[in-house]
Structures are given as structure tokens and as C-alpha cells.
DNA sequence: CGCGTCTTTGAGGGTACTCAATCGAGGTGG
DNA sequence: CCACCTCGATTGAGTACCCTCAAAGACGCG
């Protein structure tokens, strides 16, 4: 992926399930011309948090962990950005500060669409805006069901429910494993707990015959039963 | 309050610090024709989460918590509603049912305001639309804030920290106590644990001086300190 | 093959939860 | 006016969950 050379927006077959659906050809034509892409490796930074945001980028490939830093340097991950997703816009908008930061999972090719951009769009392309609105809209549905679920439901509980929910959203390969690549530490930083913590409930769903493991990768055997833990029955 | 009578809302002294700051005359006028304004006591409902979302509203007094409900029926608390504050919007937006219920905490007025007008305002008035990205936008920073914190934290840190948030959020009345009424329920949904917890902690607090406690009230006596507590030092 | 990293397992302990009982304040009705 | 009732606040006891620390095992890479 390295040498991969620039699609014209226009032309990215990613636009339907991303903002950039219905530009004007001149719209099209500025985000080429002020985007700036480029491919990151496994454990790369797109940007930290703390930092200016002076841009925000569109995945077109891979995966990328969003997290916040919590005491003592843990992680806490937020969300992922995966193909089609674009990330980092919030605190462009809100002119603060990133507020998590972007590390990639899997490698990734990704465009930087500085601040400018952004804000122009929003001035002058109504569906453009009313869609980012409803982006940040979803986004923060979101993120109040997850306060919710992790303020009062346990481990075992949440780890079901964060393995239904990365089937959803990133599928299984050929094998039938989890496309995602996630080290126990990962998962733990997700699901809000200790990463021996993890590795015992995972043990256990194992146990159950509710998930497969082979190294790293997790093979989800009884969805149902899992969605019922995440449900506590 | 009971007989209130609308104001206008182009008269209303809250539009500075809400999003209806620079609307034309017309915009003000259609808004305020459409608007339905209504008193609220304590405990009321102003909506369901799981409803359909038909409009959204704007706080002009009073209090207001908004909370999912968990499993077995408990509460989280996601936000506080206040003066100038709007509420419901992001189900609007995002074309969704309500994802949390209102509830008032302390005797409010409210104005409901349909959501053809709020898309139309969205369509044809950048600046509303681009405040009201931003609004979405922060509080999308606080929700992700909230996350790490509920997973990170100690019951003692975030109880500090919900102390010290109300404090710089709602202030103190003429006797120096918080200027928003919530049992020790409310606070233990608050701050995601058991009411009996947030007791015991409380009168740890009371015995280390950091907080004056009278009944319902509380009295914040030591900020510094108990931000060092919610920053764990 | 050796090293580092990640994973796994075990032991021990602390935090915070649940359950239960008591206390206290405010409101109601006799 | 007081007994009563109800709801919220408080306190205590017991325990479950989950965290931390420590050590050993597995895996991948140079």
C-alpha cells in the first residue's frame, strides 16, 4: 500500500456511505485539491490528543482506535473509524483541542481535509451540514448508551455485548474469525476493565462453547447466547 | 409560574446563550408562532425515552435531568438541562426515537418546538446550523469524557468530580449550598453507583471537611481539595 | 535460539454492591 | 395536636466482583 496513489474524491467509491454524497463538482473539485492522504502502518498515530486540530480525516482503508488517555496512562477506547468513516471532525468543529486520539489498528489509508474545508462546506452545502449534524447526532446516542452500559452492567455483560457489536461492525473473515485485529489489552481498553479480567471471562465464554480462540483471534459460535449475556438473562 | 405567559422569542432574554441568537425576522416569527410553551412542577415528564421524537425543546427556566434506563430499571443520569439549554434535539436530527428521557428536577417552562421547523432552520440559516453542529459537538467531548471516567475512575474521584461539575454548573444559592436539589439517588445515578455508596461517601467527605451536608443540601466547603480527589492525588 | 511481548493462570485483597433494619422528616387524617 | 404513614437517608453486615501483583507459559521475530 505503500506508493498508492490518490483517488479523486469524486471518483472514491466510498463516497455514497461517507458525508461527500451530493457535492457540486466544484466542491468535489477543492476537496481534491486541499486534501492530503497518505497510508499508515499498524501502531502509527493519525493525530494525539491535546494537539490543535487544524484538519479532519476520512479512513478509506483499515481501521483506526479512537482513545482517551485516562489516569495513569490507561486507555480507555472510545470507538473505531473503519472504511467510509471519518473521524476528528468533532473538535474541529468545536474548536477545541483533538479530545481522544487516532492510533491504527490495521493498516490504513487516510486523507487529511483541513479545518478550512470543512467549515466552508458547512456554509454553503445544507445536506452536507444536516448530515454531519446527524453523524455527531448518531455518535452521541452512541456514546450515552455506552455510559449507561458501563456504569451498570458488569464485564461479563459488557464483553458479550462489545463482541456483538464488533460482529456487526467489522464482520468475520473466510475463517469465521473477528476482522479485527485486537490484542486482550485492546479489548480490556474497550470494554472498561483489567486485561486479566478479559482473559478470564474469554476463558469462560470459551468454556461455554459461546466463542472460539485461536491467538488473537476470536470466533463467535452462539451469538444469541452472547446477546442474551449482554442483556443479562 | 402556573399563568406564564410566552414570551416572544425574539424578545427572549435566553437567545444570546442559545442557538436562536441571529435568526431573521421572519425566522423568529415562524419560530415563535410554532413554539408551544408550557410549565413543568418537579417529577414531571417532559418526554419518554423510546417515543417518537416529534420536536425538541428549549428550557427557558428550571431544571431538568436527563437519564436512560438500565437494566432493572435504574437510571443514568446522562445530563442537567438548564436556562437557555436545549434538550431533544439530537433525536430529531438523527431521525431516531428519544434515547433518554426528561424528567424536571426543579420547576421548569419549556417550549416545544416542532421538528419541520428545526430541519428548516437547519436548511436555510448556516449560522444555526453550524452552532448547532457545535453544540453536538461538545457535548459529544463531555459524553467521551464521561466514558473514561466511569471506567477509570474510583466511586470517590467521580463523586468529587459530579461535585465540583454541579457546583461550577448550577452554582451556589445565598446560603452557599448547591443551587440544585438531588436526592441521594439521583446523585448515585449521577455518578453511576449505588445510593448507598454515595451516602457513605458523602459523610467521608463531611468528615474530612471538604462538604457541609443539611439534608438535601450540600455545601461544597473545599474545591480545591476535592478536585485533587476527582484528579486522584 | 534468545529475547521481548503478549497471554494466561493463580493468589490475595479491596472496592463497592446487595440486603436488611433503623432513623428522620414531611405530609395526612382522625 | 398527635399518631400514623410514607419516602428518603443512614448505617451495618456480609459478600461478590473485579482489580492488582506476581509468575509462568506461548508466540513471533530478529
Do not use: W
Not at 33 to 42: A, G, I, L, V
Not at 60 to 89: C, H, L, P, S, W
Amino acid at each position: 500500500m505503500k506508493h498508492r496513489k490518490n483517488i479523486e474524491c469524486k471518483y472514491c467509491t466510498l463516497k455514497t456511505s461517507t458525508l461527500f454524497e451530493q457535492l457540486t463538482e466544484e466542491e468535489y473539485a477543492l476537496l481534491n485539491y486541499d486534501k492530503n492522504c497518505q497510508t499508515y502502518k499498524r501502531g502509527d498515530f493519525i493525530f494525539h490528543e491535546g494537539n490543535h486540530a487544524t484538519g479532519f480525516y476520512c479512513v478509506n482503508e483499515g481501521i483506526v482506535k479512537m482513545f482517551k488517555t485516562g489516569t495513569e496512562g490507561r486507555e480507555q477506547i472510545i470507538a473505531f473509524a473503519k472504511k467510509g468513516d471519518i473521524i476528528g471532525y468533532r473538535s474541529v468543529l468545536s474548536k477545541e483541542t483533538f479530545c481522544s486520539t487516532a492510533k491504527v489498528i490495521s493498516e490504513a489509508f487516510v486523507c487529511f481535509i483541513p479545518a478550512q474545508r470543512l467549515f466552508k462546506l458547512v456554509e454553503t452545502n445544507h445536506d452536507f451540514s444536516l448530515k454531519l449534524i446527524q453523524q455527531a447526532c448518531r455518535e452521541l446516542g452512541t456514546a450515552n448508551k455506552y455510559i449507561t452500559d458501563i456504569a451498570q452492567k458488569t464485564v461479563r455483560e459488557r464483553l458479550a455485548e462489545v463482541l456483538i457489536t464488533l460482529l456487526e461492525q467489522f464482520g468475520i473473515n473466510e475463517d469465521g474469525y473477528l476482522n479485527i485485529p485486537l490484542t486482550r489489552e485492546e479489548l480490556a481498553n474497550l470494554v472498561g476493565t483489567a486485561t486479566e479480567s478479559v482473559i478470564r471471562m474469554l476463558s469462560q465464554f470459551k468454556s461455554q462453547e459461546l466463542i472460539e480462540l485461536k491467538g488473537r483471534k476470536i470466533k463467535v459460535l452462539n451469538e444469541k447466547e452472547l446477546q442474551m449475556i449482554s442483556e443479562q438473562f
